[in-house]
């Protein structure tokens, strides 16, 4: 009998919680859980209890779309 829904598997050696986002980003963790409630963040790969689990790739992939690009000074 199934469950009625699939569980990726996940290959990553680590994951990310919100904490570890806060450091990448050099924000609160707070700051971290508010932004993760955007639509356009990354989906968590995990959700165990109440924590959610992101790939530190996805995260990375998604501060990289909205940081501004370098000024080459012209």
């Known amino acids: 009998m199934g469950l009625g829904y699939t569980i ?3 290959t990553d050696e680590s994951l990310w919680t919100t904490g570890d986002i ?7 963790t707070e700051r971290a859980r508010q932004l993760s409630h ?11 209890r109440h924590f959610r ?7 990375q992939e998604w501060i990289a779309r909205r940081r501004p690009a370098p ?4």
């Open 38 to 48: 955007r639509p356009d963040f990354p989906v968590p790969v995990q959700t165990v």
């Open 8 to 10: 990726a598997p996940v």
């Open 22 to 28: 806060a450091k990448e980003l050099g924000v609160t």
């Open 53 to 59: 689990l992101w790939r530190p790739s996805d995260v």
């Open 71 to 74: 000024d080459d000074g012209t």
